[in-house]
């Protein structure tokens, strides 16, 4: 599965004639189409998941997808880990109204966990390890607020390990995502982590990933 992940840049952006662009043109490439507005690194950018500007957006999008004579792949939006409680809410109902199928939890955070390098006050999005739990947490609640509804969470944050996988799967999860940990330990944490994913999943009663997914809320 290949998803393309779309985003503004800092400068000249036009949220709602961007984005329809951008899918229309990875439209024809993609499995899935991530609409970004949760990246730190671009100024601007997370204020687009407030619940006006983001459903603006994805009606947009929306209408370019039923325009487009081929491919029409599946929308997601990924969300940051620091959206206060309240704002978690509004942004799950919001992408529920627009029929998104998917929400990609989360991208890197502006918090800093636990950090005790003289580097820590430094600007910009964290991942790794330090993102592990709050994503974790933000997954298992958007997970309770979708409970019933057809919507595909994919867990994204920290994960460098089958266990994490599975933690993530257990919280809501269908799908897990990884980034910093690939970058770290290369090709080789794809077999590394399968093999500890079964390991923990056999450990755990679980005959298959997909009765483990939610086992958290049940």
């Known amino acids: 599965m290949l998803g393309a992940n779309i985003a503004i840049n800092k400068e000249g952006a036009v949220p709602l004639g961007d ?30 998941q407030g619940e006006r500007q983001l459903a603006e957006i994805l009606a947009a999008v929306a ?7 081929g491919a029409r792949p599946p929308v997601l939006v990924k969300i940051a880990p620091d959206l206060a409680p309240a704002a978690v809410e509004t942004l799950v109902a919001t992408v529920l109204a627009q029929g998104v199928a998917g929400l990609i939890v989360t991208n890197t955070t502006i918090a800093r966990p636990a950090l005790r390098s003289a580097a820590r006050s430094q600007a910009g999005g964290l991942s790794g390890p330090p993102l592990f739990g709050p994503a974790t947490e933000l997954l298992r609640r958007v997970a309770r607020l979708a409970k019933g509804h057809d919507l595909t969470l994919i867990g994204c944050g920290g994960v460098g390990s089958g266990e994490q996988a599975l933690a993530k799967i257990k919280a809501g999860a269908s799908l897990v995502q990884l980034y910093a940990a690939f970058a770290y330990d290369g090709p080789a944490l794809i077999p590394r982590m399968k093999r500890e994913l079964a390991a923990a999943l056999r450990r755990e009663g679980f005959g298959s990933v997909q009765e483990a997914v939610g086992a958290d809320l049940r």
């Open 63 to 69: 209408a370019t997808r039923d325009s487009l004579a």
């Open 19 to 48: 984005y329809p662009a951008m899918y229309a043109a990875v439209a024809p490439f993609a499995d899935y189409v991530a609409i970004n507005v949760s990246s730190p690194n671009t100024p601007g950018l997370r204020d687009l």
